[in-house]
């Protein structure tokens, strides 16, 4: 996420739907412990710490060059390390709420990664992810050079229902520009 239209995504389409998808649900999500999965080049911990003033706001990504350069975001509590999302250090719990700009469909075992998310949420805890289907993530790897393996392709209701396996209930998702695109907000079962 380092180029300036995928910031330009990210903070003109996808935050406003899932603060919408936050607000719709009466979250407050103000002094709780944030995770942003895979934050890229860290536009998204600006915008967490901005609406949210979270007591707490972890940050990381696969790629050392991303976390270089989310440092170089303006902000003032953020967290930021190297980590891979299928294998996190982080204690089981530790998390209040998880952010996710369209993660899981790049990684070779994607449900190895959703496990590890509901394990570092609280019970009651929300997961707020945007993803694409299948057929989208197809059509960027083959026509547009996208690197998104063939595996980690989903349809939305092997989604839902791998989420729902690992404790994580959908309480909301709402279409990002084309139906092949939600953004979803869940709640980790107590």
Avoid at 27 to 38: E, P, T, V
Avoid at 42 to 47: A, C, I, M
Avoid at 80 to 90: I, V, Y
Wanted: hydrophobic residues 45%; contains cysteine; glycine residues 8%.
């Amino acid at each position: 996420m380092n180029n300036w239209a995928r910031k330009a995504l990210l903070a003109h389409l996808e935050f406003p739907i899932f603060k919408a998808l936050i607000e719709e649900a009466s979250l407050d999500l103000k002094g709780k412990h944030l995770l942003d999965i895979a934050c890229g080049s860290g536009r998204s911990n600006w915008l967490l710490e901005v609406n949210y003033q979270p007591k707490s706001l972890t940050a990381f990504d696969l790629m050392p060059l991303q976390i270089k350069l989310a440092k170089q975001e303006p902000t003032a509590m953020t967290q930021r390390l190297q980590a891979d999302l299928t294998q996190l250090g982080f204690k089981t719990g530790a998390f209040d709420a998880a952010f996710g700009f369209g993660i899981l469909h790049h990684l070779l075992d994607w449900k190895k990664g959703a496990a590890e998310i509901a394990r570092v949420l609280k019970p009651g805890g929300h997961l707020i992810i945007e993803e694409p289907n299948g057929r989208a993530s197809a059509f960027f790897r083959i026509f547009a050079g996208f690197a998104i393996p063939q595996e980690g392709a989903f349809t939305f209701e092997e989604l839902e229902e791998e989420l729902y396996r690992l404790g994580l209930k959908v309480l909301a998702y709402k279409k990002v520009l084309l139906p092949c695109f939600r953004a979803y907000l869940f709640k980790r079962e107590d």
